[in-house]
């Protein structure tokens, strides 16, 4: 009988050499079984230490063999079916080997979930024929299951949603792997479209529906309502501290459906892309060739054919009939415009002077307790027409537009109101020969912190006595 190791020992040796395990809750997931053959445990083990010295490769076929995991605990169960071996593992050190490796999580499915969720129904029902004392030894056992129940449905699903938050990655991944490789497409696109649909239908709307608080179910509640009537028993009866504990994990499973929801829209735009992808390249493929067909018929010797005769592929395709009907774009009308780079150009200049005098631009006052509105509005206003009376100015059509584009953003504490304001004072006089005159046409000005203000839009005419000048000059246009 070869040396043995101990629980501890032999768990440690399991996690110093992880890949040994992995691989084998890899095969145990793709075969859907919940047992290890002992010929794929020696296997794994012999490929694992090939490149390792004798003494410690003998170490870990002794820490591996199927007596040492037995004895130690770690295999509940051998069993013997034709002379084969089957090991069956403890189920909390296969999950614990899951949490390492997070290739190795197990999607939610409806089926796993519904088991959780009939095990919180029978604890319920429990509960209502339950003493709630604490020298009951039934009760208190109830309390423990509840709470382990809870526990891990809580660690399964963060285990899920670290998982489906890893899937845009892969996604991308995925994607970047058919475009390198074009002429395996059509292969890959099934395998892709299998693949997503499996992963959307068996396991992420399944997850969404079973932490949706409005879902409706034919046989009892949902998980929160089941969860919200357990805890009302325990508050009623006074335990309120398994109560509270309750209600903290079903924060915690609420705030849950959140990320999962997010995961969910990600795999649903990126399976109707990719479903309208597929439409776009079957209709070009096909009409390629299509096309093909017809070069190849001008490459005979016959002379006769040196064009392509489509007419057939034109009229069957609805795309292109009337094709030469259709407007073509044109230019803009600015292309070869001096008198449109003329304004560009002067408008440039007049932001970089305003640029120039940015220390010297005045701070409009901020109402407060010592003041009244009114007052405070006449201060600010006064003080943005001093601005705007020292400005350099272009003739405009719009003269609001303008201005509202070189106050926004550069005047401290500058409103919309404040410049309709001075443009009120603006209009009883003349500005350099010319006169502000309101139009009787409406405009619409979006501000910095998303409102919008309707105005009439106001410009400049020539004034036949000027009576008042800015400083700057305005030209014509």
Not at 326 to 340: D, M
Request: hydrophobic share 40%; net charge neutral; glycine share 4%.
């Amino acid at each position: 009988m070869g040396k043995r190791f101990s629980t501890l020992e032999t768990t440690r040796i399991l996690f110093e050499h992880p890949g040994v395990m992995f691989s084998l809750i890899q095969h145990m997931d793709r075969a859907g079984e919940r047992f290890v053959r002992e010929s794929d445990l020696t296997h794994a083990v012999v490929e694992y230490t090939d490149s390792m010295k004798a003494r410690e490769r003998l170490r870990l076929i002794r820490a591996f063999s199927s007596d040492n995991l037995f004895q130690s605990t770690l295999v509940v169960d051998i069993d013997n079916v034709e002379g084969e071996k089957r090991l069956v593992f403890q189920e909390p050190l296969i999950g614990l080997l899951r949490a390492c490796n997070a290739s190795l999580y197990q999607e939610l499915t409806d089926a796993r979930l519904r088991t959780r969720l009939v095990g919180l129904w029978d604890s319920q029902a429990r509960l209502l024929v339950s003493s709630f004392h604490r020298a009951d030894p039934d009760f208190v056992e109830l309390i423990d299951d509840l709470n382990e129940q809870v526990s891990q449905l809580i660690g399964l699903l963060r285990q899920n949603i670290d998982r489906m938050q890893r899937i845009s990655s892969d996604l991308a991944a995925v994607s970047a792997k058919a475009s390198r490789s074009p002429e395996q497409f059509a292969q890959f696109r099934q395998t892709l479209l299998q693949q997503i649909v499996h992963l959307y239908e068996r396991h992420l709307k399944p997850t969404l529906a079973f932490l949706n608080p409005d879902t409706c179910l034919e046989d009892g509640d949902n998980l929160l309502a089941t969860l919200e009537s357990i805890k009302s028993l325990l508050d009623r009866n006074g335990w309120e501290a398994a109560a509270n504990q309750l209600f903290r994990a079903a924060l915690s499973l609420n705030a849950m459906h959140r990320p999962i929801e997010v995961v969910a829209r990600e795999v649903d735009n990126f399976l109707r892309k990719t479903r309208q992808g597929m439409l776009q390249y079957n209709a070009m493929a096909h009409h390629f060739e299509r096309l093909q067909a017809l070069h190849r018929e001008t490459q005979t010797q016959d002379l006769r054919k040196t064009r392509l005769s489509a007419q057939d592929f034109i009229q069957d395709s609805g795309f292109m009939s009337g094709l030469k009907g259709h407007s073509r774009p044109k230019p803009y009308a600015f292309g070869e415009s001096v008198s449109y780079f003329q304004v560009l150009f002067s408008e440039i200049e007049l932001r970089l002077s305003d640029l120039q005098r940015a220390a010297q631009a005045p701070e409009l006052p901020q109402l407060s307790a010592s003041s009244t509105p009114a007052l405070t509005d006449i201060r600010r206003i006064e003080k943005l027409f001093q601005w705007i009376d020292t400005l350099e100015l272009r003739s405009s059509s719009d003269l609001v537009r303008e201005l509202h584009g070189r106050l926004e953003g550069f005047i401290e504490g500058y409103s919309f109101a404040d410049l309709l304001g001075a443009l009120n004072r603006l209009s009883n006089g003349s500005i350099n020969g010319r006169r502000v005159v309101t139009v009787n046409r409406f405009r619409t000005l979006s501000h910095e912190n998303g409102q919008k203000f309707v105005y009439r839009r106001r410009q400049l005419e020539a004034a036949q006595e000027p009576s008042h000048q800015l400083n700057g000059a305005l030209s014509g246009e």
